[in-house]
């Protein structure tokens, strides 16, 4: 059996510029197998998009080596050209490819597996004004810290990943949301919407644990007002998935919906921000196949 193509799309500055170290050893592996490599190191967001998306037109397996920034933007070239896609997990958060389970970049044998034998998944993604999300969409205080967090690029990421919710939060106040879910409109001040398609990201958080990403659902999480005081212990609670015990908290699944607000809120999806007021977001079944390791037996 062939052993395939593979067209990997490098972001050189993801995991403090380790990212093109990391997907060397997997590349020769694959080589090694008869595979045909290429390597796309890349310059920007759009030229991801289209690098992914020309990857994926030629029929080659297409590799996002960079963290939930890159792997975003290369789902969305994988989805427009009609591909398969990879992760090689190499950013700061690598929040969609530890809830799938998928091997650490710098587990080489593994990463080599997976490309060479791995099981082909059908995800649904997210679609944002007419961008692709495969991971979420959130619009609020933690898009707020997603601001801080790109700021900071120099901190280690961890640390960077709890200071920055605490920043957002001294200078946040509720904002008044209209939401139009499934074409049913409500109007409530809160803390922010979550859209979920995997529930994870804040590096590791399961912020929306019942989200599912082939379920044909998108999962809707409104955190509604309180006193700031309370959004530190919602924050604790995210870590054991408690949180969605609270009042406050409200979880529907939808397959579509738009988002307003009575004043400018980032819309940020899978590490970045990456469209304005109103979002609208709707979900396209199964339209990512994304390798996941084999499956037992």
Known sequence: ??????????????????????????????????????????????????????????????????????????AEGTVRGGGTMAIVPA?????????????????????????????????????????????????????????????????PA?????????????????????????????????HTVVVANSGAYGHGLRIVPTAVPDDGLLDVMLVGDGPRSKIVAFMNEVKRGTHLRRPEVSVRTAREVTVDADRPVPVCADGDEIAELPARIRLLAGALPLLVPPLEG
């Open 1 to 74: 059996m062939a052993a395939g193509a593979f067209t990997a799309i490098v972001n050189p500055i993801s995991g403090g510029g380790h990212a093109p170290a990391r997907w060397e050893p997997i590349a020769a592996l694959l080589s090694a197998a008869g595979a045909t490599v290429r390597a796309v190191p890349t310059r920007g967001r759009e030229h991801a998009v289209s690098s992914a998306r020309e990857a994926a037109e030629r029929g080659d397996t297409v590799v996002a080596v960079g963290g939930d920034g890159l792997v975003r933007d290369v």
């Open 158 to 190: 961890l640390l960077l990943y709890r200071l920055a919710p605490v920043r957002a939060i001294m200078s946040w106040r509720a904002a008044g949301y209209t939401l139009t879910v499934d074409g049913e409109t409500s109007t409530r001040r809160g």
């Open 91 to 155: 950013g700061r958060g690598n929040d969609l490819a530890r809830s799938l389970g998928l091997p650490a970049a710098d587990d080489v044998a593994a990463q080599a597996r997976l490309l060479l034998a791995g099981h082909r998944r059908t995800l649904d993604v997210l679609e944002v004004n007419g961008s692709i999300a495969p991971g979420n969409v959130y619009i609020g205080i933690d898009a707020v810290a997603t601001r801080l967090i790109n700021a900071g690029r120099g901190l």
